[in-house]
């Protein structure tokens, strides 16, 4: 299979790359580099652990004003990781997820239209269902921020396309990735690298707000088992089968690491989801697929791959 993946550089896309590399498919990686979350020297070094690969190719390329056309021909699937994530930034400059998210998918799925063939499997996220997230895909779609409503709108350009030009396609719902190699800009990610620097974790709202965490693994999993289906218009959570409040979750990280965690209460954020439980049935009976990662057990990964790792502090962003 030849596959291209956009965001190839990111925390799932590498790790999508790697796999699909592993087994034995030709990969076209696409990577803008943006530095709008975190530096683009974290993405050019995941780019460069991936270099030299046989089957990989790396293209620099920005969505948003590059058509993907010169390189379809021969191409199986696209898996669309490319975008702009986190619900703080969108409020501020929704031109910016705007581009990344709707303009740049709606230039692909041109492109797509043009070169009858390829597929597509466009990650999307549990942000379209709103503050409170509790069932299957059919749940009503209200989300509660910017960048949730940008990705619903690809989402629907997917429809779009579908109905009207044959565009072969899925949508996988994302419900909050977590693992070795996070964003640095994520919750976990912040939490253990303040524990290791000896400074007060900053923790937004009561602290309760729940999420139904999905592991790294996992996501890699269900999203090569869609680019190698043909599972045209399914929608698909792909979410882990237990769900945990942040301050129990900061306990954990905390307990890997033999650190007692001093807690900075921070306002909550606008649009910030309070509960996240996901059911990923669906996406069982499509691709055989469940998540295996146990949540403490994920957790406690993670903690000790940034003890291993000791990324600098400056490149820590935000809060919890």
Not at 99 to 111: M, P, Y
Request: charged share 25%; hydrophobic share 45%; glycine share 10%.
């Amino acid at each position: 299979m030849k596959a291209i993946v956009t965001g190839a550089a990111g925390f799932i896309g590498a790790a999508v790359t790697e796999r699909l590399l592993r087994d034995g498919h030709d990969v076209l990686g696409v990577d803008a580099f943006l530095p709008d979350l975190y530096p683009a020297e974290v993405k050019r070094a995941r780019a460069r652990g991936m270099l030299g690969h046989p089957s990989l190719d790396l293209l620099d390329l920005d969505l948003r004003t590059c058509s993907l056309a010169p390189w379809l021909d021969g191409v199986d699937v696209v898996v669309h990781l490319a975008a702009l994530p986190g619900l703080v930034g969108s409020w501020d400059d929704f031109r910016t997820y705007q581009d990344c998210n709707v303009l740049a998918t709606q230039r692909l799925l041109a492109d797509l239209a043009a070169e009858p063939g390829p597929r597509l499997v466009l990650a999307s996220t549990s942000s379209v269902y709103g503050a409170e997230v509790d069932g299957d895909e059919d749940a009503p779609l209200v989300p509660v921020s910017p960048y949730g409503v940008t990705k619903l709108a690809a989402e629907r350009l997917v429809d779009a396309y579908r109905a009207s030009h044959g565009l072969e396609a899925a949508v996988l719902r994302y419900f909050s990735v977590y693992g070795p190699g996070q964003r640095p800009d994520m919750a976990y990610a912040v939490v253990c690298e303040r524990l290791l620097a000896g400074l007060p974790v900053p923790i937004v709202g009561t602290g309760r707000q729940s999420r139904c965490n999905t592991h790294i693994d996992d996501v890699v999993e269900a999203t090569v088992r869609a680019a190698e289906a043909r599972i045209d218009g399914a929608v698909l959570n792909v979410c882990g089968q237990e769900e945990i409040a942040l301050l129990d979750a900061v306990a954990v990280l905390a307990d890997e690491l033999g650190i007692e965690p001093v807690i900075e209460g921070l306002p909550a954020r606008a649009g910030d989801q309070l509960r996240t439980r996901g059911d990923s049935d669906r996406a069982h009976a499509l691709l055989g697929w469940s998540p295996r990662v146990a949540l403490e057990d994920g957790l406690r990964g993670q903690a000790r791959a940034a003890l291993e790792r000791q990324v600098p502090l400056e490149s820590v962003v935000g809060a919890a």
